[in-house]
């Protein structure tokens, strides 16, 4: 006789790990793309540079903590758009969206420091 309530266990076991596998696996792949696509590259490196400067301006004393806050929160939307735009395009940015994105940035770069 085979044991009903020992084969939905092991079915059940199988479903869910089916599930990670997959889940894993697309998320994976896609995070690795998008990571690695030049023109988000690019963006995501222009923030982390200014958030590094943000972070120098506060500690030298040129900006307050509330400016840098107010600097941060800019980047953050931009990084937000920048998120936005790649995940209407297959995780990817256009080269318009990537202009715009970097207009944004040097508007908020050249807040930085003054």
Do not use: C, Y
């Not at 599930?19 to 990571?35: C, D, L, P």
């Not at 301006?57 to 937000?80: C, M, N, P, Y």
Request: aromatic share 4%; proline share 1%; no cysteine.
């Amino acid at each position: 006789m085979v044991n009903t309530k020992k084969m939905t266990k092991v079915a059940g076991a199988i479903t869910l790990l089916a599930f990670g596998a997959m889940f894993a696996t697309s998320s994976f792949a896609e995070t690795t793309w998008q990571k690695n696509h030049p023109r988000r590259t690019e963006v995501n490196h222009r923030l982390a540079n200014q958030n590094a400067r943000i972070h120098q301006e506060v500690k030298s004393g040129q900006i307050t903590g509330a400016q840098a806050a107010g600097l941060h929160k800019e980047d953050h939307q931009v990084r937000q758009e920048e998120r936005s735009m790649a995940s209407q395009d297959g995780g990817h940015i256009t080269k318009q969206e990537r202009k715009t994105l970097n207009q944004q940035e040097n508007g908020i770069s050249q807040q930085i420091g003054k």
